[in-house]
């Protein structure tokens, strides 16, 4: 949970003329753009460190926006600073999946070493030390940024070899690493052919020629010059290809409804806000082959009418952000986006919007929302995006996962892509398997292996000493599975069977060392902090159920407080506005019926069997 | 329509309808917390759940549901009960239950919902957020810790105002409600205050003078602008102590906040008489005597020639109808106008140029008596009219124009109602708004289009305007029938649209793209205010303002009309009632319409046309024979309010005596003989007549206090000098009035003249005008002199809510400009013309461009009009003070 103040004696600071001047030219450039706030706030905050008032104020001047709707956006976003910080950010990442990789002990490290509390900088400027919801780097957990830099698998002495680099004034540029974690090449791979992931790790991303050699830009090519958006719509409903952002919507389907509205101009956006904790495929799509996301929807703008592509991406994708936007500079320069492709009279552009630190901006009326520079609150629907999203234009929103399927069923037939994967489930699907696995790692297999498989043949068993507890499957929202289910085969509708989600295709795999109230306090903080706080049940709820866990985790649980949880949960999956509050207390409820004697034992015996809580 | 069952109560609902909306509608009641009819609905209290089928399985919010064939709703259900009891005790536990000393106790939506969901107890705790209060208004005080996030003060400010002042902050739990720190743009309008459901926002003014259970509510009308607003006033022990509005939420702050002046320390109780050069108190009688006296004496010495009435914009209609009475059938003469001279009668008379003289047919006294205040004139099947009061709107017909094109107005400080209309207006994505104004003003954040031209440069832009029109499309002609149209081409069209785009300060293509836009309206609407009628050459501006319409309106298309903006509250009354030189009340012609008045009255009624007031004083300059020696003004503080203070302080210091009624001690009534304090506000009865010809209907609330109404005063002081005028009160006169007024056919309260079913036959004729721009004076800087949204006229410097927000005259100016003088934010600055100098303030904006300076006239302290000669626009040098 945040909570943003900012006092008015921050009027008087002190700017230089330069920087003055900087930013006017920033807010030029924007200026008649909708949707201007967010990027003017994000180039004036990496210009200046932070978004001092009297900055606030030239940017509502110049983009003639109200001052509250200023300041209204910007503290709904984790990421804005309105006070000055030290050189190095420093966010420790506290999600659930760091959380059960000892990230709290690892904040008790950087705490010593830096001498600072959260929330505070270092006397020499150099380090603020923060805390963060998520940074999407589950498989190298327990992980912290600095600036836009990721150290994963922190143990004491990293964490210090690190600071000292730093200090020594070895600071590391992200855009010259090859990637943000792990190189996927060195990840057990699957013997079928990998479809959205075989260019990753091949192909230089920073080469569109690298792209080009590999038949890039072919299906975009053969859409746009030999089919009808009509016969691209079809090709795709045949291949089965469901939404792999979680919800599992068929694209194709999607697409139909938008392909026929006489509404112009639609739009096409790519949901690159990859926040669901425990997920992380996206982030090796953009940085590894971005062409292909943007062939996907450029691909998508043709079938469906639109020509305007914007791609959102997560605050801290730092690197996919660079490199998505060398992406469109290169294919722009050789026709691959932009004006009368291949000759036609089909354009299409796309432009990188970065999120700023909101989970549910991956909700996509939030993300929307986001982009037009407002709060992301979700929207009611109807109307569905398909008919009013963006400026409440039609807009097709598609997973980066999604969109990067596309041009291999345009180019290989859907009927090809159909016979990949189970009948619910079409297709391969880049799970992700972390937590208490000895490799933590992703891989692209048909939809349908199960989680035994995942977990033995990809990433070498279980860390050593550990039993299997539990595992959550498709993000931190989705409920629990027990040992039960490690034979069922990942899809859709199996998945959903025991109680379980595909959602991200993200599995949490959880050993005897995991409270289970503990883990489910780490969850609820989450979605405390990130919920929107638009809807009562939602905004009240998410902060009763960490408050509540809390106690017991502390051992000041009561009888009564089960059936509380429980109520609360029922309130909130009945009432709230939008899928965050409605399945938020999913994972409680899904514990709360497999490990109800560990909370018991937390009540009533003050025992934690996992020796995580200590009661005081 | 749509067959839905409700509780399975069958129902046709419009298509589009919300449940919740279809509930209301038909009497079934569904608790709900952040849904209000006035703002968009969210769904994020969800309070409003039920039950819908066909539908998904989890309850929807009724608020945001539409209605859908064969739909069943279920509003009442254990579930549904005890999903809101939950709801509701999510807000209540950390909901500080205040409510003996909340404001808002009695008419609380959380009282109300706790008590009828039967909540006895919230049985858990909750983490306290301690409250953070960014910004301390002078007018409204937050309540952080009473808010439930419903957000409709937020929307109400965003989506209705427009001024977007507030807006949630933080995320999740800890959302609240901030400003922003960036310069409040709050507009004081208090509208949140009576949108929130619950006390987290105060009226500062209110706040624990009464419980609400304790107030008598009585409807009247506000005082000041002419946007007509009902609203009710809430007394209690014959005092007031706030006012609300009635049928919307919608205030300006003026009106909120202003009701102070009522109980103004200044405020005059007792009538003055001149003794030694001084005024003094007397008994009424006294006064009474002395006045009539004092004008007999001129009248038997001068002729009764020699009384120039002057009438006042803040009257009531039935003051201003007995007031020409007096002068026209007591005295027999037509020398009497009003300040609406240098405005409003501009405007009329610019379009009546252009589009005729007001006629009326097909209208028939009615046989059956009508209610009090309404026409006894009945609108017959054949009814027709023409001429220029068809061609002015209808407010509520604004937001259906398709094109606003705004020029020379500051719509929001001007009349805050089309404000609101515009906001309306701008759902409609089809709708385009262009705002030419020599400063930035607040619709320029939400116009496609800006056209900053050079002060006084009006006529060029609007000529450019007409040329853009037909350049974007060529054989254009106009939508009515028009005369004229080759002449007005070849001549006022004749010089090229980029010469007076320069003339103007306009870039070409700008032009451009205003013409194409107006050239493609369905439904253009001309709003044009003070700024533009106030200059010297007002009366050319508005011509050419309805030249441009004439070439582009459809006034068979709703919406597209002149909206020109009336100042003050009767300004339209006052001109439609016949205080004017030219016409009898109804706008009828002195030489055709005597006779029936002649007949109702018993007395001639003269032909032959009075002076107007710029006339009137020009005699007074000139020393000529026929100027007055005596005035009897109703109100009209002309010393404080016409342009060239000092030349109007002069030539009234001519005048031999001076009756003058006011209800304070004004700048004007310190030079009269006798001073007569009347009734205001809600000690009034009577009626108002809005900027758009709707009638306002007042009913007293309160004691005068020692005070009379204005219409009361006239009949003593009418008696006195020998013409008896009876009436037993408002209505009365009122009855007699509409009698005369056949263009006021079918009006009654809340209803516009002129009546909708009258069928409208428009035609014009293009009207040259002078394309000479000069302003007067000598100097840098270009001085507007305007209005501001804190006042309204002088009245509301006496009122401590519109005080407490601007309690003085400040200089606008550009940032580049104060800097060059060397003088900072809030430090003074000397202005001096040709005419005198002034030191005030200064506020630093980008809203000014360089060279142009504004200040506001409110201020009898540091007077606007001690600068200006004979427009609202002069130049002047300025220095650091």
Same mark, same amino acid.
């Given at each position: 949970?945040?909570?943003?103040?900012?006092?008015?004696?921050?009027?008087?600071?002190?700017?230089?003329?330069?920087?003055?001047?900087?930013?006017?030219?920033?807010?030029?450039?924007?200026?008649?753009?909708?949707?201007?706030?967010?990027? &003017?706030?994000?180039?004036?905050?990496?210009?200046?460190?932070?978004?001092?008032?009297?900055?606030?104020?030239?940017?509502?001047?110049?983009?003639?926006?109200?001052?509250?709707?200023?300041?209204?956006?910007?503290?709904?976003?984790?990421?804005?600073?309105?006070?000055?910080?030290?050189?190095?950010?420093?966010?420790? /990442?506290?999600?659930?999946?760091?959380?059960?990789?000892?990230?709290?002990?690892?904040?008790?490290?950087?705490?010593?070493?830096?001498?600072?509390?959260?929330?505070?900088?270092?006397?020499?400027?150099?380090?603020?030390?923060?805390?963060?919801?998520?940074?999407?780097?589950?498989?190298?957990?327990?992980?912290?940024?600095?600036?836009?830099?990721?150290?994963?698998?922190?143990?004491?002495?990293?964490?210090?070899?690190?600071?000292?680099?730093?200090?020594?004034?070895?600071?590391?540029?992200?855009?010259?690493?090859?990637?943000?974690?792990?190189?996927?090449?060195?990840?057990?791979?699957?013997?079928?052919?990998?479809?959205?992931?075989?260019?990753?790790?091949?192909?230089?991303?920073?080469?569109?020629?690298?792209?080009?050699?590999?038949?890039?830009?072919?299906?975009?090519?053969?859409?746009?010059?030999?089919?009808?958006?009509?016969?691209?719509?079809?090709?795709?409903?045949?291949?089965?290809?469901?939404?792999?952002?979680?919800?599992?919507?068929?694209?194709?389907?999607?697409?139909?409804?938008?392909?026929?509205?006489?509404?112009?101009?639609?739009?096409?956006?790519?949901?690159?806000?990859?926040?669901?904790?425990?997920?992380?495929?996206? +982030?090796?799509?953009?940085?590894?082959?971005?062409?292909?996301?943007?062939?996907?929807?450029?691909?998508?703008?043709?079938? @469906?009418?639109?020509?305007?592509?914007?791609?959102?991406?997560?605050?801290?994708?730092?690197?996919?952000?660079?490199?998505?936007?060398?992406?469109?500079?290169?294919?722009?320069?050789?026709?691959?986006?932009?004006?009368?492709?291949?000759?036609?009279?089909?354009?299409?552009?796309?432009?990188?919007?970065?999120?700023?630190?909101?989970?549910?901006?991956?909700?996509?009326?939030?993300?929307?929302?986001?982009?037009?520079?407002? +709060?992301?609150?979700?929207?009611?629907?109807?109307?569905?995006?398909? &008919?009013?999203?963006?400026?409440?234009?039609?807009?097709?929103?598609?997973?980066?996962?999604?969109?990067?399927?596309?041009?291999?069923?345009?180019?290989?037939?859907?009927?090809?892509?159909?016979?990949?994967?189970?009948?619910?489930?079409?297709?391969?699907?880049?799970?992700?398997?972390?937590?208490?696995?000895?490799?933590?790692?992703?891989?692209?297999?048909?939809?349908?292996?199960?989680?035994?498989?995942?977990?033995?043949?990809?990433?070498?068993?279980?860390?050593?000493?550990?039993?299997?507890?539990?595992?959550?499957?498709?993000?931190?929202?989705?409920?629990?599975?027990?040992?039960?289910?490690?034979?069922?085969?990942?899809?859709?509708?199996?998945?959903?069977?025991?109680?379980?989600?595909?959602?991200?295709?993200?599995?949490? @795999?959880?050993?005897?060392?995991?409270? @289970?109230?503990?883990?489910? +306090?780490?969850?609820?903080?989450?979605?405390?902090?990130?919920?929107?706080?638009?809807?009562?049940?939602?905004?009240?709820?998410?902060?009763?159920?960490?408050?509540?866990?809390?106690?017991? /985790?502390?051992?000041?649980?009561?009888?009564?407080?089960?059936?509380?949880?429980?109520?609360?949960?029922?309130?909130?999956?009945?009432?709230?506005?939008?899928?965050?509050?409605?399945?938020?207390?999913?994972?409680?409820?899904?514990?709360?019926?497999?490990?109800?004697?560990?909370?018991?034992?937390?009540?009533?015996?003050?025992?934690?069997?996992?020796?995580?809580? +200590?009661?005081? | 329509?749509?067959?839905?069952?409700?509780?399975?109560?069958?129902?046709?609902?419009?298509?589009? $309808?919300?449940?919740?909306?279809?509930?209301?509608?038909?009497?079934?009641?569904?608790?709900?917390?952040?849904?209000?009819?006035?703002?968009?609905?969210?769904?994020?209290?969800?309070?409003?759940?039920?039950? !819908?089928?066909?539908?998904?399985?989890?309850?929807?919010?009724?608020?945001?549901?539409?209605?859908?064939?064969?739909?069943?709703?279920?509003?009442?259900?254990?579930?549904?009960?005890?999903?809101?009891?939950?709801?509701?005790?999510?807000?209540?536990?950390?909901?500080? =239950?205040?409510?003996?000393?909340?404001? $808002?106790?009695?008419?609380?939506?959380?009282?109300?919902?706790?008590?009828?969901?039967?909540?006895?107890?919230?049985?858990?705790?909750?983490?306290?957020?301690?409250?953070?209060?960014?910004?301390?208004?002078?007018?409204?005080?937050?309540?952080?810790?009473?808010?439930?996030?419903?957000?409709?003060?937020?929307?109400?400010?965003?989506?209705?105002?427009?001024?977007?002042?507030?807006?949630?902050?933080?995320?999740?739990?800890?959302?609240?409600?901030?400003?922003?720190?960036?310069?409040?743009?709050?507009?004081?309008?208090?509208?949140?205050?009576?949108?929130?459901?619950?006390?987290?926002?105060?009226?500062?003014?209110?706040?624990?003078?009464?419980?609400?259970?304790?107030?008598?509510?009585?409807?009247?009308?506000?005082?000041?602008?002419?946007?007509?607003?009902?609203?009710?006033?809430?007394?209690?022990?014959?005092?007031?102590?706030?006012?609300?509005?009635?049928?919307?939420?919608?205030?300006?702050?003026?009106?909120?906040?202003?009701?102070?002046?009522?109980?103004?320390?200044?405020?005059?109780?007792?009538?003055?008489?001149?003794?030694?050069?001084?005024?003094?108190?007397?008994?009424?009688?006294?006064?009474?005597?002395?006045?009539?006296?004092?004008?007999?004496?001129?009248?038997?010495?001068?002729?009764?020639?020699?009384?120039?009435?002057?009438?006042?914009?803040?009257?009531?209609?039935?003051?201003?109808?007995?007031?020409?009475?007096?002068?026209?059938?007591?005295?027999?003469?037509?020398?009497?106008?009003?300040?609406?001279?240098?405005?409003?009668?501009?405007?009329?008379?610019?379009?009546?140029?252009?589009?005729?003289?007001?006629?009326?047919?097909?209208?028939?006294?009615?046989?059956?008596?009508?209610?009090?205040?309404?026409?006894? #004139?009945?609108?017959?099947?054949?009814?027709?009219?023409?001429?220029?009061?068809?061609?002015?709107?209808?407010?509520?017909?604004?937001?259906?124009?398709?094109?606003?094109?705004?020029?020379?107005?500051?719509?929001?400080?001007?009349?805050?109602?089309?404000?609101?209309?515009?906001?309306?207006?701008?759902?409609?994505?089809?709708?385009?708004?262009?705002?030419?104004?020599?400063? $930035?003003? $607040?619709?320029?954040?939400?116009?496609?289009?800006?056209?900053?031209?050079?002060?006084?440069?009006?006529?060029?832009?609007?000529?450019?305007?007409?040329?853009?029109?037909?350049?974007?499309?060529?054989?254009?002609?106009?939508?009515?029938?028009?005369?004229?149209?080759?002449?007005?081409?070849?001549? =006022?069209?004749?010089?090229?649209?980029?010469?007076?785009?320069?003339?103007?300060?306009?870039?070409?293509?700008?032009?451009?793209?205003?013409?194409?836009?107006?050239?493609?309206?369905?439904?253009?609407?001309?709003?044009?205010?003070?700024?533009?009628?106030?200059?010297?050459?007002?009366?050319?501006?508005?011509?050419?303002?309805?030249?441009?319409?004439?070439?582009?309106?459809?006034?068979?298309?709703?919406?597209?009309?002149?909206?020109?903006?009336?100042?003050?509250?009767?300004?339209?009354? !006052?001109?439609?009632?016949?205080?004017?030189?030219?016409?009898?009340?109804?706008?009828?012609?002195?030489?055709?319409?005597?006779?029936?008045?002649?007949?109702?009255?018993?007395?001639?009624?003269?032909?032959?046309?009075?002076?107007?007031?710029?006339?009137?004083?020009?005699?007074?300059?000139?020393?000529?024979?026929?100027?007055?020696?005596?005035?009897?003004?109703?109100?009209?503080?002309?010393?404080?309010?016409?342009?060239?203070?000092?030349?109007?302080?002069?030539?009234?210091?001519?005048?031999?005596?001076?009756?003058?009624?006011?209800?304070?001690?004004?700048?004007?009534?310190?030079?009269?003989?006798?001073?007569?304090?009347?009734?205001?506000?809600?000690? =009034?009865?009577?009626?108002?007549?809005?900027?758009?010809?709707?009638?306002?209907?007042?009913?007293?609330?309160?004691?005068?206090?020692?005070?009379?109404?204005?219409?009361?005063?006239?009949?003593?002081?009418?008696?006195?000098?020998?013409?008896?005028?009876?009436?037993?009160?408002?209505?009365?006169?009122?009855?007699?009035?509409?009698?005369?007024?056949?263009? #006021?056919?079918?009006?009654?309260?809340?209803?516009?003249?002129?009546?909708?079913?009258?069928?409208?036959?428009?035609?014009?004729?293009?009207?040259?005008?002078?394309?000479?721009?000069?302003?007067?004076?000598?100097?840098?800087?270009?001085?507007?002199?305007?209005?501001?949204?804190?006042?309204?006229?002088?009245?509301?410097?006496?009122?401590?809510?519109?005080?407490?927000?601007?309690?003085?005259?400040?200089?606008?100016?550009?940032?580049?400009?104060?800097?060059?003088?060397?003088?900072?934010?809030?430090?003074?600055?000397?202005?001096?013309?040709?005419?005198?100098?002034?030191?005030?303030?200064?506020?630093?904006?980008?809203?000014?461009?360089?060279?142009?300076?504004?200040?506001?006239?409110?201020?009898?302290?540091?007077?606007?009009?001690? =600068?200006?000669?004979?427009?609202?626009?002069?130049?002047?040098?300025?220095?650091?003070?």
């Amino acid at each position: 949970m945040i909570q943003h103040t900012q006092s008015a004696s921050q009027t008087a600071a002190d700017i230089s003329p330069e920087a003055l001047s900087k930013i006017e030219a920033i807010i030029a450039r924007y200026q008649d753009q909708p949707g201007a706030l967010m990027p &003017v706030l994000q180039e004036a905050q990496d210009l200046l460190g932070y978004l001092p008032v009297a900055v606030q104020e030239r940017i509502a001047a110049g983009l003639n926006i109200p001052g509250s709707e200023v300041f209204g956006t910007m503290s709904f976003y984790s990421m804005y600073a309105w006070a000055p910080k030290g050189k190095y950010v420093i966010r420790m /990442c506290e999600s659930p999946p760091c959380h059960v990789n000892g990230s709290e002990n690892i904040l008790q490290v950087l705490k010593q070493e830096l001498g600072i509390g959260v929330g505070e900088t270092t006397t020499d400027g150099l380090f603020s030390l923060e805390l963060t919801a998520c940074l999407g780097v589950c498989e190298v957990a327990p992980a912290m940024q600095i600036n836009e830099v990721v150290f994963g698998n922190l143990t004491r002495d990293k964490i210090k070899q690190v600071l000292n680099d730093y200090r020594a004034g070895k600071a590391v540029d992200y855009k010259q690493l090859p990637y943000t974690t792990n190189d996927f090449r060195k990840y057990k791979q699957s013997p079928q052919e990998l479809v959205v992931l075989d260019n990753v790790g091949v192909i230089d991303p920073m080469k569109i020629d690298d792209y080009l050699a590999k038949g890039g830009y072919s299906a975009l090519k053969k859409a746009v010059t030999s089919m009808t958006p009509e016969a691209v719509v079809e090709e795709v409903k045949t291949s089965g290809l469901r939404g792999r952002g979680g919800a599992g919507f068929p694209c194709g389907v999607k697409w139909s409804f938008t392909r026929p509205l006489t509404a112009t101009p639609k739009y096409i956006v790519c949901n690159a806000d990859e926040g669901e904790p425990g997920t992380i495929k996206d +982030r090796y799509i953009m940085e590894g082959d971005p062409h292909k996301v943007l062939e996907g929807m450029a691909i998508a703008g043709f079938a @469906v009418g639109a020509s305007k592509g914007f791609i959102y991406v997560r605050g801290e994708y730092y690197l996919s952000k660079y490199r998505l936007q060398n992406a469109i500079d290169q294919a722009k320069a050789q026709g691959y986006l932009g004006d009368k492709l291949f000759g036609t009279d089909f354009s299409f552009d796309v432009e990188v919007r970065s999120g700023f630190g909101s989970y549910v901006c991956g909700e996509e009326t939030a993300l929307i929302e986001s982009i037009e520079g407002h +709060r992301g609150y979700p929207r009611a629907k109807p109307p569905f995006p398909g &008919v009013a999203g963006l400026w409440h234009q039609p807009t097709v929103v598609n997973n980066v996962e999604t969109l990067a399927s596309v041009p291999a069923i345009i180019n290989r037939g859907g009927d090809w892509y159909k016979t990949l994967g189970t009948e619910n489930t079409t297709g391969t699907k880049i799970y992700q398997i972390i937590g208490h696995v000895k490799t933590p790692q992703i891989v692209e297999v048909p939809v349908g292996i199960t989680l035994r498989e995942l977990i033995d043949t990809y990433c070498g068993g279980l860390r050593e000493g550990s039993t299997f507890k539990m595992c959550q499957t498709g993000g931190a929202s989705a409920g629990l599975v027990t040992a039960d289910a490690l034979d069922v085969p990942m899809d859709l509708a199996s998945l959903a069977q025991v109680g379980g989600a595909l959602g991200s295709g993200t599995m949490l @795999v959880m050993d005897q060392s995991v409270c @289970v109230v503990d883990f489910m +306090r780490s969850v609820a903080k989450f979605f405390a902090h990130e919920s929107c706080g638009q809807c009562t049940p939602c905004r009240e709820g998410t902060p009763r159920i960490l408050e509540t866990l809390t106690r017991i /985790c502390q051992g000041q649980g009561q009888e009564r407080d089960l059936d509380f949880l429980e109520r609360l949960a029922g309130t909130m999956v009945d009432a709230s506005f939008c899928p965050l509050g409605q399945t938020a207390p999913g994972p409680l409820m899904s514990a709360l019926k497999l490990f109800r004697p560990e909370f018991e034992e937390h009540l009533k015996e003050k025992k934690c069997r996992a020796g995580v809580c +200590r009661f005081a | 329509m749509i067959n839905l069952t409700i509780d399975g109560k069958a129902l046709q609902v419009k298509k589009g $309808k919300t449940i919740l909306e279809a509930a209301l509608a038909n009497g079934i009641h569904i608790p709900h917390l952040c849904y209000h009819p006035a703002i968009k609905a969210i769904g994020s209290c969800r309070i409003c759940v039920v039950e !819908v089928k066909p539908g998904p399985p989890r309850p929807q919010p009724a608020c945001t549901t539409t209605v859908a064939e064969g739909m069943e709703v279920i509003t009442q259900s254990e579930r549904l009960q005890d999903l809101r009891r939950e709801l509701v005790k999510f807000i209540l536990v950390n909901h500080p =239950l205040d409510c003996p000393w909340c404001d $808002k106790a009695g008419e609380c939506l959380l009282q109300d919902l706790t008590h009828e969901l039967g909540i006895d107890v919230v049985d858990y705790e909750a983490v306290k957020v301690p409250p953070h209060i960014d910004y301390e208004s002078r007018l409204i005080e937050r309540y952080a810790t009473r808010c439930v996030t419903c957000g409709r003060c937020v929307r109400v400010c965003r989506d209705r105002v427009g001024a977007s002042a507030i807006n949630f902050e933080s995320r999740g739990y800890f959302t609240e409600l901030g400003c922003g720190h960036v310069p409040l743009e709050c507009e004081f309008c208090g509208t949140c205050i009576d949108i929130c459901p619950v006390g987290a926002l105060i009226n500062k003014l209110f706040k624990y003078t009464a419980r609400s259970w304790e107030l008598t509510k009585t409807k009247t009308v506000c005082p000041y602008c002419g946007g007509g607003c009902n609203y009710e006033v809430h007394t209690k022990n014959g005092h007031i102590h706030r006012v609300r509005s009635q049928g919307s939420l919608l205030l300006c702050g003026r009106g909120r906040f202003g009701f102070g002046v009522l109980e103004a320390p200044e405020r005059l109780h007792q009538p003055l008489i001149k003794k030694d050069g001084q005024l003094v108190a007397a008994t009424w009688d006294e006064a009474l005597d002395y006045a009539a006296r004092g004008l007999k004496e001129v009248i038997d010495n001068a002729g009764p020639d020699a009384l120039y009435g002057i009438g006042s914009p803040r009257a009531t209609n039935e003051a201003s109808f007995l007031f020409q009475k007096l002068i026209r059938a007591g005295l027999g003469h037509n020398n009497l106008d009003s300040p609406a001279r240098y405005n409003f009668a501009r405007a009329l008379a610019g379009i009546a140029a252009v589009f005729g003289e007001a006629q009326v047919s097909g209208v028939a006294l009615g046989s059956v008596k009508k209610g009090v205040y309404q026409s006894p #004139w009945e609108v017959q099947e054949e009814a027709k009219g023409s001429g220029f009061p068809f061609v002015l709107g209808n407010a509520h017909h604004l937001s259906h124009a398709d094109v606003i094109l705004i020029v020379g107005a500051d719509v929001t400080p001007e009349m805050p109602t089309y404000g609101w209309r515009i906001m309306d207006a701008l759902k409609n994505e089809n709708f385009r708004l262009v705002v030419a104004n020599p400063r $930035k003003t $607040k619709f320029d954040r939400y116009a496609n289009l800006n056209l900053r031209y050079q002060p006084g440069s009006e006529r060029l832009l609007l000529i450019g305007l007409m040329e853009a029109v037909l350049e974007a499309q060529p054989g254009y002609s106009p939508h009515l029938e028009a005369e004229g149209f080759e002449d007005f081409k070849k001549t =006022l069209l004749k010089t090229s649209l980029s010469k007076v785009a320069k003339q103007a300060g306009v870039k070409d293509a700008d032009l451009r793209q205003a013409g194409k836009l107006l050239a493609q309206a369905q439904a253009p609407a001309i709003i044009f205010g003070h700024d533009l009628m106030a200059q010297e050459q007002g009366q050319d501006n508005v011509i050419a303002v309805a030249d441009l319409f004439l070439l582009i309106g459809q006034p068979c298309n709703k919406g597209s009309a002149l909206y020109p903006i009336a100042e003050k509250n009767n300004t339209r009354g !006052v001109c439609d009632v016949g205080v004017m030189p030219n016409y009898l009340p109804g706008y009828q012609s002195l030489a055709e319409g005597g006779g029936a008045f002649a007949k109702l009255w018993g007395k001639p009624v003269s032909d032959k046309p009075g002076v107007t007031l710029e006339e009137m004083l020009d005699q007074l300059e000139n020393n000529e024979p026929e100027a007055p020696r005596a005035l009897y003004l109703l109100g009209g503080d002309l010393v404080r309010l016409l342009p060239n203070r000092q030349r109007t302080e002069r030539l009234l210091q001519k005048v031999r005596f001076m009756v003058v009624q006011d209800a304070f001690l004004t700048d004007t009534a310190r030079l009269a003989d006798v001073v007569l304090p009347v009734a205001i506000h809600a000690e =009034l009865d009577g009626t108002y007549t809005s900027t758009d010809g709707r009638l306002g209907c007042l009913q007293a609330a309160l004691s005068p206090n020692g005070t009379r109404p204005d219409w009361q005063i006239i009949t003593e002081l009418s008696q006195r000098l020998g013409y008896p005028m009876k009436y037993g009160s408002a209505p009365a006169i009122f009855a007699e009035m509409v009698q005369l007024m056949p263009i #006021w056919a079918g009006i009654k309260e809340g209803h516009r003249w002129p009546h909708k079913k009258i069928s409208v036959s428009l035609n014009g004729k293009f009207v040259p005008f002078s394309t000479e721009i000069s302003i007067p004076g000598e100097g840098k800087y270009t001085l507007i002199v305007g209005k501001t949204l804190a006042h309204s006229g002088s009245y509301t410097t006496h009122a401590h809510g519109p005080q407490t927000i601007m309690p003085g005259a400040e200089l606008k100016i550009n940032p580049a400009d104060a800097q060059a003088l060397k003088v900072n934010e809030g430090e003074p600055v000397k202005i001096s013309s040709t005419q005198g100098e002034i030191t005030v303030p200064i506020a630093v904006t980008v809203e000014i461009p360089r060279g142009v300076v504004f200040l506001a006239d409110h201020f009898s302290d540091t007077p606007a009009n001690l =600068l200006t000669s004979n427009s609202n626009l002069c130049r002047v040098q300025l220095q650091k003070g």
